[in-house]
């Protein structure tokens, strides 16, 4: 699959702030830069919802500059990432570095609460 070509819901790339908002979460930005093709910080993966952090650092500068924050380094920003492990918003993937996977069905009903939940195998349903 090329994941390039890959639509994702409005919601994924139509936050309801304002373009360049400090307000951003980060798993937002993530797909942000997927989605416009930031291939030197950040790419798609092999499998659907993977992605690979092609230079830590440099996504961590982003991310800094995005949240007006210019300490931001990877540490900090990894910590961020684990923390959506326990909302099960995005998980590593085993033996892959720099490797997570979106939990797309989890970010729909974050965003969504209203919409009626989808079966566990099925990654989008009625958007």
Not at 67 to 77: I, R
Request: hydrophobic share 35%; with cysteine.
């Amino acid at each position: 699959i090329n994941m390039t070509s890959v639509l994702f819901p409005d919601w994924a790339y139509k936050p309801a702030w304002s373009p360049g908002s400090r307000q951003v979460q980060l798993w937002h930005f993530l797909l942000e830069l997927l989605g416009r093709g930031e291939g030197g910080a950040i790419t798609w993966g092999s499998e659907w919802g993977e992605f690979v952090i092609k230079d830590p650092e440099r996504l961590a500068k982003l991310w800094g500059e995005r949240k007006g924050k210019p300490h931001m380094n990877y540490d900090k920003l990894s910590r961020a990432l684990r923390y959506y492990y326990n909302k099960r918003i995005l998980h590593k993937t085993k033996g892959k570095r720099f490797t997570y996977k979106f939990n797309f069905n989890k970010l729909i009903l974050v965003n969504y609460p209203s919409l009626p939940t989808c079966p566990q195998d099925l990654l989008v349903c009625a958007i």
